[in-house]
C-alpha cells in the first residue's frame, strides 16, 4: 500500500492512533463500575463534554464521519451507522452503556439505530479486532458505546439536570432534557428528546448527473438499476476495425426515463421525526448497586430516493417514491454491581437487557415490510487485582435473539439465535511495559423456520439451521520508551460466525436494490491481525500515527452474480481471502496565548484498502485446456464478477480543525476532505471528491444563576454536492447542503 511521503514523514516514529484516553463522565461521587472498553487496549476515541457537543448529528454514524478511521453508512438523514477502518454491518458493534443494541441496522443498513447521540454523555469507540475477545465477533471492526447515563452509578447529592433547543436552516429542529438527581441512596435519571427534520436541501439534482447522460448509462444495466431509471432501446452498430459492436443511437431516441423522483434543490421524502424517552433508577451503598432503567424510542423517516419498481404489493405507482419507515423500539436495562474492598478480587457486575424493536416499511401507504426482533443479553463480568502488578477480568455472555418478518416484501424466513460465550483479558504490569493477553469461545446456534415463507431462488433457497464454534484470542504490548511517547503491538485472531442475513436471505431487498441470497453452507470468518501504533509529545505537539493490518480467511461478502431477475440484480453470500489494511495520522497542537486566549490546531488523514487476496497469477481461463489446480476456477469467478476491489470501500480522508478559546467565547473550524475513490469492484463506478467545511461558535454566560450556552452550528458551508462513496444511495441522494442551526444550552 503506498502513501504519500508527507503521511509517512508524519508519522515516522510515532505509529499509533490513541493512546488509552481517560474517560471522562459527568458524575459527582465515585461510580462503582468503569466501563469494560476502558480497560482494552487498543486504538481509542472518546467523545465527551464540548467536543461531543460539536460534534452531535442526527445518526450515531454521521456524529462520528469526521473522525479518522470512521465513516458513515449514509441512508439520508435518518439512518446512519458507523463504520470502521472500512467495515460496517455485522463487524461493528453498536453499545449502549457497554451492552449491545440488538436492532435490525446491521442487517440492513436504511434501518434505524436506536440510541440518540443528542442524549450522550460519552461516546467511547474502540478501532480494530481486539474488541471481538470482550464483545464477540460483531466487534470485528470495532464497537461504539453510548453512554447516556439512565443507570446511575455514583450518588448524584441533589440535581443536575440541563436542556437544550435547536432549530435553523435545513438543519433538524430539536428538544431535549435531562434530569437527573438523588442521595447517597436512591439516584434516579430521565431523558426526553423529540427531533423535527423535513426533506432536507441539496445544491443540485438530487440523482448523480451520471444517470442522465446516455454514454453513461447505455449498456450498463447495473449502473441503471442503481439510478432507477430507464433508457430506450440503444442501437448498435458494428465496428469492424475494432472488431466490436458501439452505441450508434440517434440523439433523438436517446430517452431516459425516472423510475423514481429527481428533484432540484430539495431530496423529497428524506423527512423524520423521532422521540425518544428513558427512565432510570439505581439504589446503592458503599459497596453495592443495583439499577433498572427503560427506553422507548419512536421514529418516522423517509427513504430518499427510493423506489418505484419491484414490489408485489398492490401500490399505486404514481405515489413513487414515497416509501418510509416506522419504527418502535423498547428497552429495558438491568444492572446489579458488587464492589468487595480485599486484596485480590476487586467486583462483580451483571448486566441484562431486554429490547424489542418493530419496524414497518410502507409504500405509498401500503405496508410491504415488516420486522420484529426480540432479544435478551445478560452479561456477567468479575473483575480482580491480585496485585499491584496484575489485574483482569473474565466475563460470560448469553445473547438470544428471535426475527420474524412478514409482508409481500419480505426477504427472511423465521429465525431463533442463541449464543453462549466465555471470555478473559488479563494485564500484566511490568515497569514501562504493560502486557495484556484475552481469550474468548463462542458456541452459537441459528434456527430458521420457513412455516409460511415464500423462500425465493438462488442459494439462500437452501435453508437448514447450523452451529458455529469459535475460538479469539489477542495479545498486546505497550512500552513506555519515554515519559511521553510509547508504542504498542496488538496481535489478534479473531472468529466471527455468519449472521442471520448471510445465512438465510432468500428474496428481493429492494432497500439496497438489489436481490440478495444468503447461503447456510457459510463458514466462519477468521482474522488474523496486527496493528502497530505509538503515540509522542513534544512540548505542546502531539503526534499520534496507527498502521494495521486485517488478513481474513473466508471473509464473507456480498458478491454479484451477473443475474438480473424482474429487474434487480442479484447478489449472493459468499466467502474468499480479502486483505485490508489500512494508516491513520494524526496531531494537534496547542498554543496558548495569555493575551488572545488558547489556540488547538489539528489535524489528520486516515488510508484504507479492501482487496481481494488472490493465489494465483490470473492466468486460467474456463476455456483454457489444462485442468484448473485447486480453487483457481472458484479464483476465475472472483476475478471476473468482483475484480481487485471489494465494492462500496469509503474513501480515504484528509480534515484539519482549528478550535480557539477565549474566556466564554469558543470558535470551531473544521475542514475535511474526501478523496476520489478509483479502488472499484467490478462494474462500481467510481465517486469525486469533496469537501466539508463546517463550524461551531459558543457563547457561555450565566442567566439568573443559570449556566447557559448559546451556540452556532454550520455545516457544509461551500453547499458540496458529497455523495460518500460507501452509501448504497449515492447515485439517488447526496448528503444535506449547506445548513445553519442555532440552539441554546442550560444546566441547572
Known amino acids: ?87 460496517g454491518g455485522h463487524r461493528v458493534q453498536t453499545l449502549l452503556n457497554g451492552i449491545p443494541v440488538e436492532d435490525m441496522s446491521s442487517v440492513s443498513e436504511e434501518q434505524f439505530i436506536p440510541v440518540e447521540p443528542f442524549l450522550a454523555d460519552s461516546i467511547n469507540v474502540i478501532k480494530g ?176 430516493g427510493f423506489m418505484r419498481r419491484g414490489t408485489s404489493a398492490p401500490v399505486d405507482f404514481n405515489l413513487r417514491g414515497n416509501i418510509r419507515i416506522l419504527s418502535q423500539g423498547n428497552r429495558v436495562d438491568m444492572k446489579y454491581i458488587e464492589h468487595w474492598d480485599n486484596n485480590w478480587l476487586e467486583s462483580l457486575t451483571l448486566d441484562t437487557a431486554y429490547s424489542h424493536q418493530v419496524d414497518d416499511e410502507q409504500m405509498a401507504g401500503v405496508s410491504v415490510n415488516q420486522f420484529e426482533l426480540t432479544s435478551w443479553v445478560i452479561s456477567p463480568k468479575l473483575y480482580h487485582n491480585w496485585s499491584p502488578n496484575f489485574d483482569g477480568v473474565v466475563g460470560l455472555q448469553y445473547d438470544a435473539r428471535a426475527y420474524e418478518g412478514e409482508g409481500y416484501d419480505n426477504y427472511m424466513p423465521k429465525i431463533d439465535s442463541q449464543s453462549h460465550a466465555a471470555y478473559t483479558l488479563q494485564t500484566l504490569h511490568l515497569g514501562p511495559v504493560t502486557f495484556e493477553l484475552g481469550g474468548r469461545y463462542d458456541a452459537i446456534k441459528h434456527q430458521a423456520n420457513t412455516e409460511g415463507y415464500h423462500v425465493g431462488r438462488g442459494l439462500g433457497a437452501n435453508v437448514k439451521d447450523r452451529n458455529f464454534y469459535l475460538q479469539s484470542y489477542s495479545g498486546s504490548m505497550q512500552w513506555d520508551i519515554l515519559q511521553n511517547w510509547s508504542t504498542r503491538v496488538n496481535y489478534v485472531h479473531a472468529e466471527r460466525a455468519p449472521e442471520m442475513n448471510e445465512l438465510y436471505a432468500s428474496n428481493p431487498h429492494y432497500a439496497l436494490l438489489i436481490e440478495e441470497q444468503g447461503n ?77 486566549g488558547i489556540f488547538e490546531l489539528s489535524a489528520f488523514t486516515d488510508r484504507v484498502k479492501n482487496t481481494p487476496r488472490y493465489q494465483y497469477d490470473g492466468s486460467y481461463h474456463i476455456f483454457n485446456s489444462r485442468p484448473p489446480l485447486p480453487g483457481e476456477r472458484e479464483e476465475y469467478f472472483r476475478r471476473a464478477l468482483e475484480g481487485s476491489s471489494m465494492p462500496r470501500t469509503p474513501q480515504s480522508k484528509t480534515g484539519a480543525e482549528l478550535n480557539w478559546q477565549y474566556n466564554a467565547f469558543m470558535v470551531s473550524i473544521d475542514y475535511v476532505r474526501y478523496h476520489s475513490q478509483n479502488d472499484l469492484a467490478k462494474f462500481e463506478r467510481p465517486s469525486e471528491s469533496y469537501s466539508l467545511l463546517g463550524a461551531n461558535i459558543m457563547v457561555d454566560q450565566v442567566i439568573a444563576n443559570i449556566p447557559t450556552q448559546f451556540y452556532l452550528s454550520l455545516d457544509n458551508l461551500t453547499d458540496e454536492d458529497a455523495r460518500p462513496h460507501n452509501s448504497f444511495i449515492r447515485h439517488l441522494s447526496p448528503m444535506p447542503g449547506r445548513s445553519a442551526a442555532i440552539g441554546v444550552r442550560i444546566q441547572f
Not at 492512533?17 to 487496549?41: C, D, F, H, M, Y
Open 129 to 304: 479486532p481486539t474488541a471481538v475477545i470482550a464483545y464477540g465477533g460483531q466487534a470485528m471492526a470495532g464497537i461504539v458505546d453510548l453512554q447516556d447515563g439512565r443507570i446511575p452509578l455514583s450518588p448524584i447529592n441533589g440535581f443536575n439536570s440541563r436542556a437544550e433547543v435547536k432549530t435553523g436552516y435545513n438543519a433538524t429542529s430539536t428538544a431535549l432534557a435531562k434530569l437527573s438527581g438523588g442521595n447517597e441512596s436512591f439516584n434516579f435519571n430521565l431523558n426526553m428528546i423529540n427531533k423535527d427534520r423535513g426533506d432536507y436541501d441539496i445544491p443540485g439534482h438530487s440523482k448523480d448527473s451520471n444517470c442522465k447522460q446516455w454514454s453513461e448509462v447505455v449498456g450498463a444495466a447495473q449502473f441503471a438499476d442503481q439510478c432507477q431509471i430507464q433508457y430506450g432501446q440503444p442501437v448498435w452498430k458494428r465496428n469492424e476495425l475494432l472488431n466490436r459492436y458501439e452505441d450508434a443511437t440517434p440523439i433523438e431516441q436517446q430517452i431516459i426515463t425516472d423510475r423514481s423522483i429527481d428533484n432540484d434543490g430539495t431530496v423529497l421524502n428524506s423527512s423524520h421525526h423521532t422521540t425518544s424517552l428513558s427512565a432510570g433508577g439505581s439504589y446503592t451503598s458503599q459497596n453495592r448497586l443495583l439499577g433498572l432503567a427503560y427506553g422507548y424510542t419512536d421514529t418516522n423517516r423517509g427513504i430518499p
Open 1 to 87: 500500500m503506498k502513501y504519500p511521503q508527507y503521511l509517512l514523514l508524519l508519522g515516522a516514529g510515532t505509529l499509533s492512533v490513541a493512546a488509552e484516553p481517560i474517560e471522562r463522565i459527568n458524575v459527582t461521587g465515585n461510580p462503582l463500575e468503569k466501563p469494560l472498553s476502558q480497560k482494552i487496549q487498543a486504538s481509542k476515541i472518546e467523545l465527551s463534554g464540548t467536543e461531543l457537543n460539536k460534534r452531535k448529528a442526527d445518526t450515531l454514524g454521521e456524529t462520528l464521519s469526521q473522525l479518522p478511521g470512521i465513516d458513515s453508512g449514509f441512508f439520508g438523514s435518518a439512518a446512519g451507522r458507523p463504520q470502521i477502518r472500512g467495515f
Open 520 to 596: 447456510s453452507n457459510l463458514n466462519k470468518e477468521v482474522n488474523r491481525s496486527l496493528e502497530l501504533n505509538t503515540t509522542a509529545q513534544i512540548a505542546d505537539l502531539q503526534l499520534m500515527a496507527s498502521w494495521y493490518q486485517n488478513q481474513f480467511d473466508d471473509f464473507i461478502y456480498l458478491g454479484g452474480t451477473g443475474i438480473n431477475r424482474g429487474g434487480t440484480y442479484v447478489r449472493e453470500w459468499r466467502q474468499a481471502d480479502t486483505n485490508n489494511q489500512g494508516l491513520e495520522v494524526q496531531a494537534v497542537y496547542t498554543f496558548p496565548w495569555q493575551t488572545w
